[in-house]
C-alpha cells in the first residue's frame, strides 16, 4: 500500500505570493492533518480534516486555510506569504481519525524569499 | 496548557551500546497518548513507538521501550543495541484522547549514533 504522498517537495516563493500544497493519504485514510515545522518553533499543528470537514484547528492565523476533498486527498494554502513561513509542511493521514495511527508524508520545503 | 519538554537537545552513543532520551510533559488531563516520532535526515517522520495513558505496562518495540512514569509526567525512550540507523532528530509527542489529532511535539534530540 502507497504511503503518504506531498506534491511538491520543495518550493521557492515570494513573499506575499499564495501557495497551495497537496496531501494524498494513505488509501482508505479519511483524516488528513497538517503540521509546520521551523528550527524555531519545532512541529505545530495547523489543522485537521476528516471526512471533508475540519475538525480541529491550531493556533494559526487565517491566511493558513485548507480543505480536503471527496477522495480524502487534502490542499493546503498560505495567502500572503511571509517570510517567516518558510518551513518544512508535513502532513499525516490515519484511518479513523485519531492520532494513534497516523502516518507521516516527506513534507514539503517551503522557502519564502 | 498542553506541553512537551525534551531536555536534550543532543546526545550521542557508540554503536551496539544503549541510550535514553528523555521526555516530561504537562498535562491535567487523564486520557491521552504518548508517541515517539524518529526523524531522519530524510525527513519522514516514523512513530517509533506509542503508549496509551491507561495502560501501566511499558511499551516495547523490539530494540526500543519506554519509561512511562504517569505521576511523575515522564516517557523516556531506550535504544538498545543502538544501529547507526538510528541516527536521527526524535520527537517525543502528546496526545489528548477527546482533542482529535491537536499533538503536541517537543523540541526534539538530536541523536548521533558513532561506529
Known amino acids: 500500500k502507497a504511503g503518504v504522498t506531498q506534491t511538491p517537495r520543495y518550493l521557492i516563493k515570494t513573499r506575499g505570493q499564495q501557495v497551495t500544497l497537496s496531501c494524498s493519504p494513505i488509501?482508505?485514510?479519511?483524516?488528513v492533518s497538517w503540521y509546520q515545522q521551523t528550527p524555531g518553533q519545532g512541529l505545530q499543528f495547523l489543522f485537521e480534516y476528516f471526512s471533508e470537514t475540519q475538525r480541529n484547528k491550531g493556533n494559526f492565523p487565517g491566511r493558513f486555510s485548507g480543505r480536503q476533498f471527496s477522495n480524502s486527498r487534502s490542499e493546503m494554502n498560505v495567502s500572503t506569504l511571509e517570510l517567516g513561513d518558510s518551513a518544512l509542511y508535513l502532513c499525516?493521514?490515519?484511518?479513523?481519525?485519531?492520532?494513534?495511527?497516523?502516518?507521516f508524508g516527506p513534507g514539503t520545503r517551503l522557502t519564502v524569499t | 496548557a498542553q506541553t512537551v519538554t525534551q531536555s536534550q537537545p543532543e546526545m550521542s552513543v557508540q554503536e551496539a551500546e544503549t541510550v535514553t532520551l528523555s521526555c516530561t510533559y504537562d498535562t491535567s488531563e487523564n486520557n491521552y497518548y504518548l508517541f515517539w516520532y524518529k526523524q531522519p535526515p530524510s525527513r519522514q517522520m516514523i512513530l517509533v513507538i506509542r503508549q496509551e495513558a491507561y495502560k501501566q505496562q511499558n511499551a516495547t518495540e523490539n530494540r526500543f521501550s519506554v519509561n512511562f512514569q504517569k505521576a511523575a509526567k515522564s516517557f523516556s525512550l531506550k535504544i538498545s543495541d543502538s544501529q547507526l540507523g538510528d541516527t536521527a532528530m526524535y520527537f517525543c509527542a502528546f496526545l489528548i484522547f477527546s482533542n482529535n489529532n491537536d499533538m503536541r511535539f517537543g523540541a526534539g534530540t538530536r541523536l548521533t549514533v558513532k561506529p
Open positions: 488509501s482508505g485514510h479519511r483524516s
Open positions: 499525516a493521514s490515519s484511518l479513523t481519525g485519531t492520532s494513534y495511527e497516523q502516518y
